[in-house]
């Protein structure tokens, strides 16, 4: 087999950008997340109008992060109702501020969780990893490819998004 597929673009609404870069810098070296939120455009694109920041119950530590999930919820459903039921829950976010882009076995695990759970209705959910360093950010959105839902293959999308303050 060697179809080609588009590569999946992701694009950051301005306010999403600002969000995840104001928490990273809040955060400093502890590892902060929250939930993306938005609408898939065809089949490989998707537009993520907002990137919520964690609730007071999350934890954060330096190598871990544990989302407030009622106080994403609660964020989720503002947000659905917002945007006329039209934004809706794509996956999370969290930081690697020690670490780089890629996936930890964790994170892998939490995606094939998303992509399985009825109650998230994300069957191809999106992770974004962000790595900060002093000069720049750098966010890398991962997803279980639609082809191959049974196997934890990864396809890396591409933010065109480069925030700078
Ligand atoms: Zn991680």
Redesign the pocket.
Known sequence: MHESHPTPLVWLTHSASVSIVAEVVRAGAL?TGGLLVGYWSGEADVVVTDATRPGPLAAHAEDT?VPDADHDELAMARLYAASGRRHAYLGDW?S?PR?GVG??E??RRTLLTIATSAQARAPVPLMG?VVPSPSALTIAFWRLCPQTTRRVELCRAHSPVSDRR
């Open positions: 590892e992060y969290h690697h670490g996936l930890s964790r994170d990893i």
